[in-house]
């Protein structure tokens, strides 16, 4: 029989499993296990370069652990990135085959760099917020993936990657790592509901996201609350918070959006009957996730050996690859 092709992707345990998170990537991640060979990791090692908490990531990396199995990402399919260290030998390898220009040019070390200096009193940073986009090459070239799913404001990473690998491969003379593409899926623009100017994120605060595990009454109060109309708009085009709650809609409940587009196009929509209506639709749509993070929750002892022995099998490819890798670059 055939192997199933390699997808390979990521997520940093920093923030919560908010809506944007969800919809943009995670349901992706669910949908793409039956066709693909996933490894998905929970990369807490990218985590630590910015200011953190050794003990709050420590119980952010688990949270996230639970919630990515609560969302319906398959054990087997899900590593820690720090159970698995051959990822930071083979990053320093590649370290050795990028450029000081390559990593100079990533646009998040700039901003990243921007948000310490607006945040943090200890202006400090690190040397591995400008090295990381290393790391995040070895961490998707270890595993010899076909695709990575990234949405476009990720392709640049993943030009860097196929950059490392071409480099390794001419030093080398062969053609050891397969070049990987982008997997562009349709993938829904979820804005912040305080603010639709800007996207969903975590960073931004609590009122900007909605957490998916969050209590009912504030996830009802975050859409109740809502930004529609804000300032003045062109004759005939949807405001952007208005357009904002239609997109979520449109992904949770389809029926239920083209109703309420219907009224809207008539100019009979109602503002708090559509608000009530999308936070029904949402409660509705996350109860499944929900229900089974809560059954995740009551048996996290046996969850994490369960994650911790899936780490050890991704592991064995991960050691076979660098062990080819050494053999290859000439190291003993």
Not at 148 to 175: C, S, W, Y
Not at 180 to 207: Q, W, Y
Request: with cysteine.
């Amino acid at each position: 029989m055939e192997e199933k092709k390699r997808i390979l992707s990521g997520v940093q345990p920093t923030g919560n499993l908010h809506l944007g998170r969800y919809l943009g990537a995670i349901r992706n991640w669910v949908q793409l296990q039956d066709q693909y060979r996933c490894f998905y990791s929970v990369v807490n090692y990218h985590a630590i370069t910015m200011p953190y908490n050794p003990a709050k990531l420590r119980e952010q990396t688990w949270g996230l652990v639970y919630r990515l199995l609560a969302c319906g990402i398959k054990e087997e399919n899900l590593f820690i990135q720090s159970l698995v260290p051959e990822h930071t030998e083979l990053a320093w390898i590649l370290n050795c085959q990028t450029s000081y220009g390559m990593l100079g040019r990533m646009t998040q070390f700039k901003d990243k760099s921007q948000q310490v200096q607006e945040t943090s009193k200890d202006v400090f940073i690190s040397a591995g917020l400008f090295t990381y986009p290393v790391l995040q090459a070895a961490d998707i070239l270890i595993y010899k993936p076909s695709f990575v799913p990234v949405g476009k404001d990720q392709e640049q990473h993943l030009e860097l990657t196929r950059n490392i690998a071409q480099r390794f491969n001419n030093v080398v003379g062969k053609e050891y790592f397969e070049l990987p593409e982008p997997l562009f899926t349709p993938i829904p623009k979820v804005m912040s509901t305080a603010d639709p100017s800007r996207k969903m994120s975590a960073s931004l605060g609590d009122k900007h996201n909605i957490d998916l595990f969050a209590d009912e009454k504030r996830i009802v109060k975050q859409i109740r609350s809502a930004v529609t109309d804000s300032g003045e708009v062109a004759e005939g085009t949807m405001s952007p918070g208005v357009e904002n709650l239609f997109n979520i809609l449109k992904e949770i409940n389809p029926g239920k959006h083209s109703d309420f587009l219907e009224d809207y196009n008539k100019g009979e929509l109602q503002y708090g009957v559509f608000k009530t209506g999308i936070a029904d639709c949402l409660l509705e749509y996350l109860q499944p996730i929900r229900e089974r993070f809560a059954e995740i929750s009551s048996d996290k002892k046996s969850v994490r050996n369960r994650i911790k022995e899936s780490s050890r099998e991704i592991q064995k490819v991960a050691t076979q690859t660098l062990r080819e890798v050494k053999e290859i670059a000439g190291l003993i």
